[in-house]
Structures are given as structure tokens and as C-alpha cells.
């Protein structure tokens, strides 16, 4: 069974920085794509950032966090980060990881969160001016 489990959330001042991991258990991160998405409060839930498979330069990111955060996977640890630099108040949300297998990875629908059927119990990140 596919499980997801995020962490490293928490609270920090605008200009900060934090690391989100992603652990996955029951399946190897190499055959599936990952995401992650937020939701802040009152808000649709929106794709941050994609990881294809195989990892490398293909990330994608929103435009909203281009030059900022920064996917990347350990396959030993079978765990996907979300490096968060220069944390800005807008991006206060509760961050999910999600997952789809290899074989439905989208480039072209990689912000569609309903293209995933994995998902993670999410981690808060609150930034404060």
C-alpha cells in the first residue's frame, strides 16, 4: 500500500527558510512521479512543484516559487524534499505531497491534482511578516 507521509513544517519569519520531506513507504519513489501542493486557508489547492521520474534538470515549478524552492529526491532514503528559501508570507499553507505512477506522468498535468491518486496527511508552513 502506498503511503506518503510529509514533515519538517513549521513556523517562520518572511525571508527564512525550511525543508519539507516527503517520505514514501510501499512503493520506490523511482516509479512514480511527485508533486507538491498547498492549500491555504480559503483557497484552492495549487501545484508548487513536480518531480517526473528520474529526477534531474525536468522539475517543474509555479511561477510563484521559481528561484526560491527547490525540489529534489534521495532514492536511498526513498524521500522527496521541497527546500523553501526566502519564505514569503503569501506562501503560508499546509503543504501535501503526492504521487503518480511513472506510467501516467504528464509533464502537461503535473499542477492537476486530480491526476493523483497518492497523497500525504500534509505539514503546515506559517510565515509571519
Known amino acids: 500500500q502506498v503511503r506518503l507521509v510529509e514533515s519538517g513544517g513549521g513556523s517562520v519569519q518572511a525571508g527564512g527558510s525550511l525543508r519539507l520531506s516527503c517520505a514514501a513507504f510501499g512503493y520506490n519513489i523511482r516509479d512514480f512521479c511527485i508533486a507538491w501542493f498547498r492549500q491555504a486557508p480559503g483557497k484552492e489547492r495549487e501545484g508548487v512543484t513536480h518531480?517526473?521520474?528520474?529526477?534531474?534538470?525536468?522539475?517543474a515549478y509555479a511561477d510563484s516559487v521559481k528561484g526560491r524552492f527547490t525540489i529534489s529526491q534521495d532514492t536511498v532514503k526513498n524521500t522527496v524534499y521541497l527546500e523553501m528559501n526566502s519564505l514569503k508570507v503569501e506562501d503560508t499553507a499546509m503543504y501535501y505531497c503526492?504521487?503518480?505512477?511513472?506510467?501516467?506522468?504528464?509533464?502537461?498535468?503535473?499542477?492537476?491534482?486530480?491526476?493523483?491518486?497518492?497523497w500525504g496527511q500534509g505539514t503546515q508552513v506559517s510565515v509571519s511578516s
Open positions: 503526492a504521487a503518480r505512477s511513472k506510467y501516467a506522468c504528464d509533464s502537461d498535468s503535473w499542477y492537476q491534482e486530480t491526476k493523483y491518486p497518492f
Open positions: 518531480l517526473p521520474t528520474g529526477g534531474g534538470d525536468n522539475a
